[in-house]
């Protein structure tokens, strides 16, 4: 569905990726792992069209998205969560979800997305109304994945999901992802949470200095003794996830 | 000063503060979207000017159509501004857009010069818009009343627009996060052309009553005009439309009403916008309606 090959990108001077290539199979979920500069986010942000690509090719379904510019990759049935959330703060709950719909011109279909995503987090439902930048930073991150989700994505790409939220919340954001793979949306995860995420993916990429160290399924790397010792050391949010 | 004195010089205040309103919020909103102070954003009520001067002597049209021109006219000039100077360096820093916004302003102005002559040019006023009603005492021209009434439409239409449409919506969004309005598939370029459409159809308006009521048509006409609708902008919060409206409408109320108070200060009349502007600054660099701005 996805295939990157050899994909270099640089900030200035900086080489973020030194070639990398990952292939993103229907139906699955991917997930990056690495520590903080590693090359992730650069990697998903260069899928979505953010930053230049250097060389190397993506190809999205068949369609190269090398030089096109971030709205039309969207419009391809490809959305992006963005780090740190990123909700509209002075729009409303309502209109964030429909900022996500913008190109969704059948009404009835909009409405029955949106009816979803309430039916989903009915946290939600009684602050249709309120902007998005007083809601909690859990609310933020429901509402940042259901904004991506209107737009019907055929790959839904998550930058740390759950990142700075607290551990209750985050299995909630792991539920959330794989409720939305059962419904047949292919995803590509970011996380820094290497133990929960590797749990619930089919394949996974190890990436350390703009290089994939490591991949294989996810089970497989959770238990490989390298993984082990360097990204799931901390146990100490381990009993959360398991249920 | 009389009742009727102080009424009448109300009226005038207003009709100026309502101009000065018109050309702010073509400010506030690239404001809004860019953090981009346009400077070129004044002399596009001397395109519009100039449009509806020949329109209705060279071509000889009737004036609704002349006005209608010089509208559409000034939002394309509005929209190639943005395209060919603004777009180009959108991701450079902020002092560089600054500077060029400067010298949009200068190549307008200049190119007017060198296309059409410095000669001022009186413009002709349709009889609609001529005369004025007597009350008691109290003149009102009949322009007043349009400048007025104009103003309030299109201050409706445009906050209608930004609060209950779907590319207003996405103004809104896209002056707190340009990045991530692009993730939702929305092409941010054209966003950001509509914005610049929109206040320059408001400034072309303002430029065609502007002169009605200061009938000279000339390259530099838009200078002072446009400084001191910045000022409006900054003074009713830059960023918000309705407070540019006001900011206008109390530069123009202050402007007219000190001058009639102390008429030997006329020879300092466009020094109270600048005075009110320092004030401001001073005391409130937010402006009365404005957010807190982030830096």
Known sequence: ?243 | MDLSFATQQVIYGLTLGCLYGLLAIGYTMVYGVLRLINFAHGDLLMVSAYVAFFGIIIFSLPWPVAFLGAAIFTAVIGILIDRGAYKPIRKSPRISALITAIGVSFLLENLALVLIGGRPKSFPIPTLFNGSLSIGELKVPVLSLWILSLTLVLLVIVIGIVHKTRIGMAMRALSRDIETVSLMGIDENRVISFTFALGSILAAFGGVMWCMRYPAVEPFMGVIPGLKAFVAAVLGGIGNVTGAAIGGLILGLAEVLIVAIQPDWSGYRDAIAFCIMIVILLTRPRGIMGENLPD
């Open chain 1, 1 to 243: 569905m996805l295939q990157i090959e050899d994909l270099h990108v640089s900030y200035g001077g900086i080489k973020a990726l030194k070639g990398i290539s990952i292939d993103v199979g229907p139906g699955d979920i991917v997930s990056l792992l690495g520590s903080n500069g590693a090359g992730k986010s650069t990697t998903v942000r260069a899928i979505s069209g953010l930053v230049p690509i250097g060389s190397g090719m993506i190809n999205f379904e068949g369609i190269k998205l090398k030089g096109m510019s971030a709205h039309k990759i969207q419009r391809l049935g490809l959305a992006h969560v963005p780090e740190g959330r990123k909700v509209f703060a002075n729009l409303t709950v309502l209109e964030n979800l429909l900022m996500g719909a913008y190109n969704l011109k059948d009404k009835s279909e909009r409405t029955r997305l949106m009816n979803q995503f309430f039916e989903i987090f009915p946290a939600l439902d009684n602050k249709r109304e309120q902007l998005a930048g007083t809601l909690s930073g859990g609310e933020q991150q429901m509402l940042a994945i259901g904004r991506a989700m209107m737009s019907k994505p055929r790959l839904l790409m998550m930058d740390e999901p759950s990142l700075g939220l607290a551990p209750l919340v985050v299995s909630d954001v792991f539920n959330v992802i794989k409720k939305i793979r059962n419904e047949g949306v292919t995803i590509l995860l970011i996380e820094q949470n290497a133990n929960a995420a590797l749990k619930i993916s089919d394949y996974a990429f190890l990436l350390e200095n703009g290089k994939i160290l490591l991949e294989g399924p996810g089970l497989e790397l959770l238990n490989d003794a390298r993984v082990k010792a360097a990204y799931l050391g901390d146990t100490s949010d381990k009993a959360i996830f398991e249920n």
